[in-house]
């Protein structure tokens, strides 16, 4: 009976529990179903790096829907991927014919040339080659230059910190009277006017703009000085400019000690390596005006950081992206690279900064890539540590790996980006990368409704003239330290030696390779230099452990902008 009697209780605490429990269940059903439609969807970014993309055939075997499989090999090719067709029938030439006068017949003692360099360290590389040419023109002792110190990189580096002084004056000393500073007159150091010249200045522009008044104050110093001297010049001028880049710069030797023990570690890794100049950094997104889906958060992130340029206008971003302005992201480098046939065995050096959107960026690039190091994985602290306060030194150390690297890739274009094009050029045409971003960009788009085979050929379709193969530009077109044609000779001897070579086969070759790239060579980076000078949104470059924004910056009078003058 008392069994019974607890028994009722139970069951009807129960009954009066049943409503409550229903109207908690119900409540929270509500709440869910609120959050579900009040909630905002997922990042762009997140889709994007959620789409159904794989990397390796391997993925098929578990079952999962696959719309678009990178395989992990790179495929046959009928290419050697590691060198540029052609190549051994080309070679530096920069000797000064027997017309050109030695600098001690020519040098006017009453004459003194000084330089103040501006930007990072690649800008003021090409400041320091054209400065040597401005004094040969104008028969006056150069000064050796001053480098920018002022800017916000806050870099105390002077000339020969970063430079070996002694092999550049003496290597230069038939050809320019070079001294370490201003002879003193009357007791005091020599006071030089300061003066600056436009931009692209040609030699009647020095002999008209310069020399009165090197006539009248016998000492000038030309402040700013990066691109100020035209790209068009006579032979023998362009020759000279060669000489000083490609052979009195050096870096000295605490830099190419380090710099070439990074070399040597790569190398024992793997036979062949990639050196990546990735340029995906914050600031450089910003400064660009990109944008790569990343919904609001990304929009206010870099929107904030582009507040820094006072005069860069609103631009439209999908526009920038379709005309090719825009690095490639991460993933799209490594899909091309994989395109082009570069395996997941391949080794690559990664020359960058800060990426935007950390490790969730770079995720696709290393599930492509594994073997993927930079400067900070393959040294110590302690050994990087007297050169990581100076940005311009970790920015050489940098240099000179991608200098050496089996192949170059650059994410769009600047200043380390085009020395080093023109570099390897006239040191064998080693194979040197530029995304051909403008026919990229669509493809990239559409890339999940389409096969990899087809993705595959049409990425080598775009990048014929894009990969720093010999002839690829045609003499004269751009920026000279890209393509330093006067300075490149054809070895017709060589050619000759090679025999059973069917020379029927690599004319034809040849012919119908110009035929293919004419377009992509209208679009070349010589090209898009000289369209987009007064363009601010086409520039910015990383350079070792900051970014540096291009000369394009310096058509504006804003002193901030002056200082972002691009390496």
């Known amino acids: 009976m008392a069994f019974q009697r607890r028994r009722y209780n139970y069951y009807n605490r129960l009954r009066r ?51 678009f499989t990178v395989p992990r090999g790179g495929g046959k090719l009928d290419r050697d991927i590691w060198r540029s067709w052609n190549a051994e029938f080309f070679h530096g030439c920069c000797n000064a014919s027997t017309k050109f006068p030695n600098a001690k017949a020519i040098t006017r003692n009453d004459r003194y040339l000084a330089i103040a360099t501006s930007g990072g360290l690649n800008q003021q590389r090409t400041g320091i080659v054209d ?90 110093e030309l402040n700013r000085f990066d691109y100020r001297l035209s ?27 380090m710099g070439n023990k990074l070399v040597r570690r790569m190398r024992k890794k793997s036979k062949h390596f990639i050196a990546l100049h990735l340029r995906f950094e914050p600031d450089m997104l910003a400064f660009s005006g990109c944008y790569y889906g990343g919904g609001e ?45 570069y395996g997941s065995d391949v080794h690559i050096y ?4 800060e990426v935007y959107g950390g490790e969730k960026s770079l995720a696709p690039l290393k599930a492509l890539f594994p073997h993927f190091y930079s400067k900070d994985t393959i040294a110590t602290k302690m050994e990087l540590k007297p050169f990581s306060s100076y940005s311009s030194r970790m920015a ?16 769009n274009n600047g200043n380390m980006a085009r020395i080093l094009a023109g570099r390897r050029r006239y040191f064998g045409h080693k194979p040197t990368i530029r995304p051909n971003a403008k026919k990229l960009y669509k493809l990239f ?47 017709t001897d060589a050619k000759a030696k090679a025999g059973k070579m069917d020379s029927r086969k690599l004319g034809k070759k040849n012919k119908k390779d110009d035929e293919q790239n004419e377009d992509e060579d209208a679009e070349s980076s010589e090209t898009d230099y000289e369209e987009d000078q007064t363009d601010l949104q086409d520039r910015g470059l990383y350079n070792g452990t900051r970014l540096d924004y291009d000369d394009a910056l310096s058509v504006s009078e804003e002193p901030e902008l002056e200082e972002m003058l691009s390496d």
């Open 231 to 257: 790209n068009k010049l006579r032979d023998d001028l362009q020759k000279l400019r060669c000489r000083v880049n490609y052979h009195a710069l050096k870096f000295t030797d605490p830099i190419l000690e």
């Open 17 to 67: 529990l049943l409503p409550l429990i229903c109207a908690v269940s119900g409540a929270l059903l509500i709440l869910f179903a609120l959050l579900s439609i009040l909630s905002p969807p997922p990042d762009d970014s997140d889709r994007r790096i959620s789409k159904q993309i794989h990397y390796g055939a391997n993925d098929e075997k578990k079952n999962i829907p696959v719309v």
């Open 396 to 411: 050489a150390l940098d240099f000179l790996v991608c200098d050496e690297s089996d192949v170059f890739v650059t994410n």
């Open 131 to 220: 400065a040597v040419v401005a004094a040969r023109i104008l028969n006056a002792t150069l000064v050796i230059p001053k480098l920018d110190q002022k800017s916000y990189w806050k870099d105390a580096s002077d000339f020969s910190n970063i430079f070996d002084v002694d092999w550049f004056m003496s290597f230069l000393s038939k050809d320019v009277k070079i001294i370490e500073k201003l002879p003193q007159k009357g007791g005091q150091t020599w006071s030089p006017r300061r003066m600056r010249v436009p931009r692209k200045c040609n030699e009647k522009c020095y002999i008209n703009r310069v020399l009165p008044v090197l006539h009248k104050r016998h000492a000038v």
């Open 445 to 491: 788009m559409s890339k999940e409704n389409t096969t990899w085979e087809e993705f595959a050929s049409r990425v080598r379709t775009f990048q014929r003239g894009f990969m720093g193969e010999p002839k690829e530009v045609r003499a004269g077109r751009g920026e000279f330290h890209e393509n330093p044609a006067a300075c490149i000779c054809e070895d």
């Open 350 to 353: 990664v020359a960058s900064g």
């Open 297 to 341: 958060k990304e929009k206010k992130e870099l929107g904030t950081i582009r507040r820094r340029w006072k005069t860069l206008h609103v631009n439209n971003p999908e526009k920038q992206r379709r005309q090719g302005r825009c690095p490639l992201t991460p993933e799209e480098v490594g899909l091309m690279l994989r395109a082009l046939g």
